[in-house]
């Protein structure tokens, strides 16, 4: 069996099974030069390029854009955007997967309270979907954690979202809290759940 688990430090390649047999995939710490990259992927994502709000589709990239580059480049200690790469690919946009890992307080707007590690952002392209990417990037994310003193971890996904809800519960996440969420553009709440991972010591088997 295929194991995951990709060397976020090291950057060791990994072959990926199946329809993508043929290409290698490495997990890195993102850089500047990224930022582009990763926007687009966040982007596309979790915004439609198609019907009524296609137009706004620029402008949200440039807000991704420009908020990746101000958490990139601040000083906080527990913070980091990880990428996945397409090795095979002989361009500088070889970016098919992201996700963010940060730390974030109880008493969020006080920055006071409890501490606890917090995943978002994880995205990837659509080709490259259920091919186990999302997996090795959450499983980095749980190394990073561990590395950092935690041994939680936290996460947001809409209740509709079934296929991600899937994955995480796979991967040990269980509820922790639903909340309502109300969406800007439609005048319906959709809930939005708090899942929770209580992570072991042998997160990169």
Known sequence: ??????????????????????????????TPADLYGVAQIITESFHSQQGIWGWAFPLLRLGIYEDLKHRLASPAPHHICLVAADTTKDTVNNLVGTVELGVRFSH???HTGR???????L???????????ASGLLKNCEK????????DLYLHVLENNHQARQLYCKLGYRVHKVESNWNLFWPKSVNQILLH?????????
């Not at 990994?14 to 290409?23: G, N, Q, T, Y």
Request: proline residues 6%.
């Open 123 to 133: 995205a990837v392209r659509p080709q490259y979907r259920r091919h186990g990417l």
């Open 144 to 151: 990073v954690s561990q590395e950092w003193g935690f041994q």
């Open 1 to 30: 069996m295929t194991s995951w688990f990709f060397n976020t430090y090291r950057q060791e390649p990994v072959i990926m099974p199946a329809d993508l047999s043929e290409c290698q995939f490495q997990i890195r710490a993102a």
């Open 115 to 121: 501490s606890f590690p917090y995943l978002s952002n």
């Open 108 to 110: 969020s707007w006080a």
């Open 197 to 205: 991972k209580h992570l072991s010591n042998d997160v990169s088997a």
